[in-house]
């Protein structure tokens, strides 16, 4: 990797982790549209999010999925274009382009086309599905412990 690549792949870490972090705070504010049923202990989305991140799949499944797409392409929307081009260059659709292309649209002139949905999809599946996976708390364990 050469030190370029390593600093493009540092910058859109850190930007991940951030529209990560957001998206987490986001979701655990939304308390009043709870799918697990009004005798979980779960107090807020993210909280079933985890959940459903570690194992308790639900119906509901693509509508928290929906959700997370949502407010991360809202936060993606907002970042500046080196961001989101730092990020996009992580995808496959950005591997996926040979030398050839990449140097044929640099030498006109021109940036890189970016998908958007490839780049909302690398934060989630490698940013906030593992933050949720390895997320827990009190009321976590309590959902988890109360099926034994």
């Not at 979701?27 to 107090?43: A, I, R, V």
Request: glycine share 4%.
């Amino acid at each position: 990797m050469t030190p370029e690549d390593r600093i493009v792949s540092e910058l859109a870490e850190v930007v991940c982790k951030r529209i990560a972090r957001q998206t987490r705070m986001a979701l655990t504010k939304m308390t009043d549209c709870q799918l697990s049923g009004e005798d979980s202990p779960l107090k807020n989305t993210w909280e079933e999010i985890c959940v459903q991140c570690q194992g308790e799949e639900s119906i509901f499944r693509s509508a928290y999925e929906d959700t997370i797409r949502g407010f991360v392409r809202g936060f993606v929307q907002k970042l500046q274009r080196f961001e989101i081009e730092a990020i996009w260059l992580q995808t496959d659709d950005a591997c996926d382009l040979t030398d050839e292309e990449f140097e044929r649209e640099s030498s006109a002139g021109k940036r890189p086309a970016i998908n958007e949905s490839s780049v909302v999809d690398y934060i989630i599946q490698n940013h906030i599905y593992p933050l949720a996976g390895d997320w827990s708390n009190k009321r976590i364990r309590e959902f988890f412990e109360r099926d034994l």
